[in-house]
C-alpha cells in the first residue's frame, strides 16, 4: 500500500511537541516575535505552543487551541505576535486575540473554503485565497472586504513579500501582485512546472518566487525580464521511480536559502544562488504536509502527517498518527555556499 518502510516517524531524532493535533496537520506558522508556534489540522482545531530552547534541549508547552466548525487549512500570525487568523472548510477566517486571552471573533467570509490567509502589515489588512476563486482583503474592524480580486481559478497557494504577492491557482496559473496597486495583476504567468502546483514562496528580496508541484520538483523563477536566465527547476523528492509531492517551501529568515518538504517523508534544506542542496534529512514513515522556519532560524518544524496524496482509500484512522516536530538547523545545513569555481558570491 505504500512504499514506507519500518514506522520510523523520526530518524532525524528531532524534538517531538507534547500533545499534537488529532488529525492531518495542514498549516505550521510561528509567531513572528516569539517561539509561539501553531498549528491548524483536519480535526477542526487552531493549537497554540510555547517552545523553549535550553542550548540544544527544546520543550513545548500547549498553551491554548480554539475550534473551527470545519477542518482548518491554514492560519497566519499578526506582525506584532499578539493575534493569530485562521481559515478553513467552514469558509472562514477568524482573528484571535491569543496573547490577550481574547476569544476568536470572525473577521472574512467566502463562497467556498479558505485555503491561504496572509497578514499584511504595510497594508494593515488581512488577505484570504479561496477556492472561491478570489482574493478578499480585509480591514478586521469591518465586516466587509475592502477589495475582491477575481483569480483565474481556485486558490491553491499563496506568498507575500510586501510589495510583492504571489499566488497559485488550479491549472499552473502563478499571478504575481504588487500589492501597491493591489487591484491590477501585475504578471501572470504559467507555472514553469509541468504539473499541479502546491506551494510557492516569495524570495526576502521580492526578486522573484519558488513554486513547488505535485510532480517533485521546484522552479526558481525572477521577475525582471533582464532576470530570466537565472531561472531553473530541480528535482527533489524523488527516489527511483516514485515521485512525490513538494508540499512547502520556507526561506531561512537569515541566510535567505530554503527548505523544502514533501510527501516522501522527507525535508531538505538548498541554497538558490549556488544551486546546491545544503542537507538531506532522512525520510520519515509517512508524508511531510507542512514545515516553518521560527523567527530567527533557529528552528525548523515540521509536520508529520498523512496528506491525503494518495486518496482516502489508503488512510487508515486507526494508525495514522500525527506528529509535529522541531529540528535545530546546524548553520552548515542552512547557511549557503559560494558557487563552485567563483571568488565569493557577487
Known amino acids: 500500500m505504500s512504499t514506507f518502510g519500518a514506522a520510523n516517524t523520526n530518524p532525524n531524532k528531532s524534538y517531538e511537541i507534547t500533545q499534537p493535533p488529532g488529525d492531518s496537520i495542514s498549516s505550521l506558522s510561528f509567531s513572528p516575535k516569539a517561539n509561539f508556534l501553531m498549528a491548524t489540522s483536519w480535526d477542526n482545531q487552531v493549537r497554540c505552543w510555547e517552545v523553549s530552547r535550553n542550548g540544544t534541549v527544546i520543550t513545548s508547552t500547549p498553551k491554548a487551541s480554539i475550534s473551527h466548525d470545519q477542518p482548518v487549512l491554514c492560519s497566519t500570525w499578526k506582525d506584532d505576535g499578539t493575534t493569530v487568523f485562521s481559515g478553513g472548510c467552514d469558509k472562514q477566517a477568524k482573528m484571535w486575540p491569543l496573547l490577550s486571552g481574547g476569544q476568536p471573533v470572525t473577521v472574512a467570509m467566502h463562497d467556498a473554503p479558505i485555503k491561504e490567509i496572509a497578514w499584511i502589515p504595510e497594508m494593515n489588512l488581512l488577505a484570504t485565497g479561496s477556492l472561491d476563486k478570489t482574493i478578499k482583503y480585509w480591514d478586521t474592524r469591518q465586516s466587509n472586504p475592502v ?62 518566487f519558488l513554486v513547488g508541484s505535485i510532480e517533485g520538483r521546484v522552479g526558481v523563477h525572477h521577475l525582471d525580464d533582464t532576470q530570466q536566465s537565472k531561472n531553473f527547476t530541480f528535482k527533489c ?110
Open 147 to 208: 477589495h475582491t480580486q477575481q483569480l483565474p481559478d481556485r486558490c491553491y497557494t499563496m506568498s507575500v513579500k510586501y510589495p510583492l504577492m504571489v499566488v497559485g491557482t488550479a491549472d499552473r496559473n502563478l499571478i504575481v501582485f504588487n500589492l501597491q496597486n493591489p487591484q491590477t495583476e501585475y504578471k501572470r504567468i504559467v507555472s514553469p512546472l509541468k504539473y499541479q502546483t502546491r506551494c510557492v514562496a516569495a524570495f526576502p528580496d521580492q526578486q522573484g
Open 237 to 346: 523528492h524523488r527516489e527511483s521511480n516514485e515521485i512525490y509531492s513538494v508540499n512547502s517551501l520556507s526561506f531561512h529568515p537569515v541566510h535567505h536559502t530554503f527548505a523544502t518538504a514533501g510527501s516522501d517523508g522527507a525535508f531538505n534544506f538548498w541554497d538558490k544562488d549556488s544551486k546546491q542542496r545544503l542537507k538531506a534529512m532522512q525520510r520519515c514513515s509517512q508524508p511531510i504536509p507542512c514545515g516553518a522556519f521560527n523567527n530567527d532560524g533557529s528552528i525548523y518544524a515540521y509536520a508529520v502527517s498523512y496528506d491525503w496524496s494518495k486518496g482516502a482509500e489508503n488512510h487508515n484512522p486507526t494508525t495514522a498518527k500525527n506528529y509535529i516536530y522541531m529540528h535545530l538547523p546546524q548553520e552548515s545545513e542552512v547557511k549557503g555556499k559560494p558557487r563552485a569555481g567563483s571568488t565569493g558570491r557577487r
